[in-house]
């Protein structure tokens, strides 16, 4: 955008408009009689008047308001004129603003200089120093956009880069990098996937899919990290096949090699083994709970009718020292507790937290210092994620001996391409080194990925436009071969 260098602005009639405005400060004391200032109890007129915002730069924050007062009440025919020059002026700042030359020291320069100043000045730099040591001048180098915003969304913007900072304060990144080709993808399916707007994240969604449709040979990587060097690792950045909904990520991996391998029941597993190493009483609950977590889940949500996704929820929850007041309210439906149920959760609940606070009893010291203060359920929480974390060590090196590749860690399991190796292969080698490393029994199972009923019907809708394509160029091939024949037994008859 073409920025002018001037305003097609009188100076020097400005300037007289500047010194007979400052002069006319004394006049002020006449406002009381102007509109409602007659009235008793009335405020003064400079804190009811209304005063356009062109006033406060043109005169200064301080002297805004009585200049502007008093201007407007002497009434002369110079008011519209001077009106209008301000407009102009105002105009070419705003220009310049949008061109990121508005800074602090040029707002200086207006209120020192006045008027003339503003009028001649040309385009110098920014102003300020850029080498600056406060925060202002590192996120305006980092994002050279915030300087061309207003003081209030330059606040904002610096506050927001000030809570990214401190948010990141405290993560730790590892050695852990994965990476994919877009080539490995189905990224043609989830583009019609998405298209669909039933996705659940698609912002995720979104996000991936521009770049991997931004060439066919896209590479996706991916870098992780911890939380105080403790705890659950997480992608960076955000948007990855971990954090993408369950039925996208099957639609963006269906037809490809990619497996998914998951730890069953994995954090249950931990605190029932932390409870066997710490003498805890009472572990059957946890104990039926973990033998088969499937039926147990689909036993729960019979009784109880709600949904397995619920009777799962109810596993989690207590594991994480919740109530049974936050399932209720966590559930989709109301669950329907008979006593007996409700004993039986309510003695897995107890026994979960029987378990956290005997570990935290024995372990808390060891925790970093930033989580020493933190409550109960965190300190637990990092406790579970941190062995979880050296279980998916343990399975990245026994994969890759395997000749895998990793493509991305998924929480309590990990994405891998097999390579030459088998799946049964690849689970077997899992489950010892989940195991070898917990010094429990993990069982590592490859998880299937359960494509979405509407995305099944858009890859047999394309198998059906591709089936009559197919019969459509056969036909057109024989109609070919058909006026070929009948030209020529016409040219044998001539």
């Not at 990476?179 to 994240?201: K, M």
């Amino acid at each position: 955008m073409h920025t002018p260098t001037h305003t097609n602005v009188n100076v020097s009639v400005l300037v007289d408009m500047t010194s007979n405005l400052i002069s006319a400060r004394a006049k002020r004391s006449s406002l009381g009689s102007v509109g409602r200032a007659s009235r008793k109890r009335a405020r003064p007129a400079k804190q009811r008047a209304r005063v356009p915002g062109w006033a406060s730069y043109v005169f200064g924050a301080q002297s805004a308001r009585e200049s502007f007062l008093a201007h407007k009440t002497q009434n002369d025919s110079e008011w519209p004129a001077f009106k209008e020059a301000c407009r102009k002026a105002c105009v070419a700042r705003t220009r310049e603003k949008a061109a990121g030359c508005a800074t602090p020291a040029r707002a200086r320069e207006l209120r020192d200089g006045g008027l003339a100043a503003f009028c001649k000045r040309r385009r110098t730099g920014a102003g300020r120093p850029r080498d600056s040591s406060s925060f202002a001048a590192e996120v305006r180098k980092r994002d050279p956009a915030v300087a061309s915003l207003t003081p209030r969304s330059h606040k904002l913007a610096v506050m927001r880069a000030r809570t990214t900072r401190e948010r990141h304060a405290s993560r730790c990144y590892t050695h852990h990098t994965t990476r994919i080709t877009a080539r490995e993808l189905n990224v043609t399916l989830l583009h019609d996937w998405l298209e669909l707007e039933i996705d659940r994240t698609p912002h995720i969604t979104s996000a991936l899919l521009a770049q991997l449709e931004s060439s066919p040979d896209a590479v996706l990587a991916w870098s992780y990290w911890k939380r105080h060097d403790m705890g659950r690792l997480f992608s960076d950045p955000w948007a990855s096949l971990a954090s993408m909904n369950r039925d996208a990520r099957a639609v963006l991996c269906h037809g490809t090699r990619i497996i998914d391998l998951d730890m069953s029941a994995c954090h249950h597993r931990i605190a029932l083994a932390l409870g066997e190493l710490y003498n805890v009483a009472s572990l059957e609950p946890l104990r039926d709970y973990v033998a088969d977590t499937t039926a147990w889940r689909q036993r729960i949500a019979r009784e109880a009718c709600v949904s397995e996704r619920d009777a799962k929820l109810a596993g989690v929850i207590f594991l994480n020292t919740g109530g049974m007041s936050t399932w209720i309210a966590a559930c989709e439906y109301a669950p329907q507790l008979s006593e007996s149920l409700r004993a039986e959760l309510k003695a897995l609940q107890s026994c979960c937290t029987r378990i956290r606070d005997a570990t935290l009893a024995r372990e808390r010291d060891a925790l970093p210092a930033a989580l020493h203060n933190a409550n109960a359920r965190t300190q637990w929480s990092y406790t579970l994620c941190d062995r979880e974390d050296t279980a998916l060590r343990a399975i990245w090196r026994a994969v890759s001996a395997l000749g895998a590749s990793v493509v991305m860690l998924v929480y309590d399991g990990l994405m891998l391409l097999p390579g030459r190796a088998r799946k049964s292969t690849l689970e077997r080698a899992a489950t010892r080194a989940a195991s070898d490393a917990l010094g429990c029994t993990m069982p590592v199972l490859a998880k299937p990925m359960k494509l979405p009923k509407a995305a099944a019907l858009l890859i047999e809708q394309r198998a059906t436009i591709a089936k009559l394509r197919a019969e459509n160029s056969k036909l057109r091939k024989q109609r070919r071969a058909d006026h070929k024949t009948i030209k020529f037994l016409r040219n044998a008859r001539s």
